[in-house]
Antibody, heavy 119, light 108 residues
C-alpha cells in the first residue's frame, strides 16, 4: 500500500514563502499512469485544489492561485514539491498531496500537514 | 469556471438510504468521483468514474450520473458512514480539477 508523506514548516510568516514536499516511495513518480496533486483545506471548510503535475512536467494550476504557486517534480529524489509565495492568513490550512490516475480520480492521499501563517 | 453544487448537509437514520447529489452543467458527460472524509482524516475515494468502487469499499456505496446531476447513494447507512463527502471532476475545457463544496452526512 503506497503512502505519501507531506513535509514542511508548520509556521510561515505573512508575506513569506510556503514550501512543502511530498515523498513518493517506490518509484511510481515516474509512471505515465499518474499525476501528482496538491490540495488544501482550511479548518471547517471544503477541499481546494491548488495544482497538479504530470511525470512529463506538464502542469495545471488553480487560476485563483496560479500567480503565487510553483509545482515541481524531482524524480531522482522521488518527491514533488509546492511553493507558494506572498502568503497571508487566508493560506492557513491543512495541505494534502495526492496521487491521481491521469486526469481522473485521486487514489492515494497523504495524511496532510498543518500550515499556519502567522507572525 | 465549472462549478459543482452539493447540499451542505444530509441526514438519515441508520439502515436507511442516503442520497448525496452533485449538480453541474452537463455533468453527465464527465467522469465523477466521490470521496469520503472522516473527521481528522484525509479523503478516501469511495466511487470513481461515476459508478465504480475501489477494492475494499462496501457495495452499499454506489453512484450514478445523468444530465446535470451525479448522485452518491449509500444503502443501509451505518454510524461509521458519518463523514463529509465531496464530488470531483476534471474540467477539460479549463484544465482544472474541480471539487464540490462538500456534504456533511449525519447519521441520526
Amino acid at each position: 500500500q503506497l503512502h505519501l508523506q507531506e513535509s514542511g514548516p508548520g509556521l510561515v510568516k505573512p508575506s513569506g514563502t510556503l514550501s512543502l514536499t511530498c515523498s513518493v516511495p517506490g518509484g511510481s513518480i515516474t509512471s505515465s499512469s499518474y499525476y501528482w496533486n496538491w490540495m488544501r483545506q482550511p479548518t471547517g471548510k471544503g477541499l481546494e485544489w491548488i495544482a497538479s503535475i504530470y511525470y512529463s512536467g506538464e502542469k495545471f494550476f488553480n487560476p485563483s492561485l496560479k500567480s503565487r504557486v510553483t509545482i515541481s517534480l524531482d524524480t531522482s529524489k522521488g518527491h514533488f514539491s509546492l511553493t507558494m509565495k506572498s502568503v497571508t492568513a487566508a493560506d492557513t490550512a491543512i495541505y494534502y498531496c495526492s496521487r491521481g490516475r491521469f486526469l481522473s480520480y485521486m487514489d492515494v492521499w497523504g495524511k496532510g500537514t498543518n500550515v499556519s501563517v502567522s507572525s | 469556471s465549472y462549478v459543482l453544487t452539493q447540499p451542505p448537509s444530509v441526514s438519515v437514520a441508520p439502515g436507511q438510504t442516503a442520497m448525496i447529489t452533485c449538480g453541474g452543467d452537463n455533468i453527465g458527460i464527465k467522469n465523477v468521483h466521490w470521496y469520503q472524509q472522516r473527521p481528522g482524516q484525509a479523503p478516501v475515494v469511495v466511487v470513481y468514474d461515476d459508478r465504480d468502487r475501489p477494492s475494499g469499499i462496501p457495495e452499499r456505496f454506489s453512484g450514478s450520473n445523468s444530465v446535470n446531476t451525479a448522485t452518491l447513494t449509500i444503502s443501509g447507512v451505518e454510524a461509521g458512514d458519518e463523514a463529509d463527502y465531496y464530488c470531483h471532476v476534471w474540467d477539460s475545457s479549463s484544465d482544472q480539477v474541480i471539487f464540490g463544496g462538500g456534504t456533511k452526512l449525519t447519521v441520526l
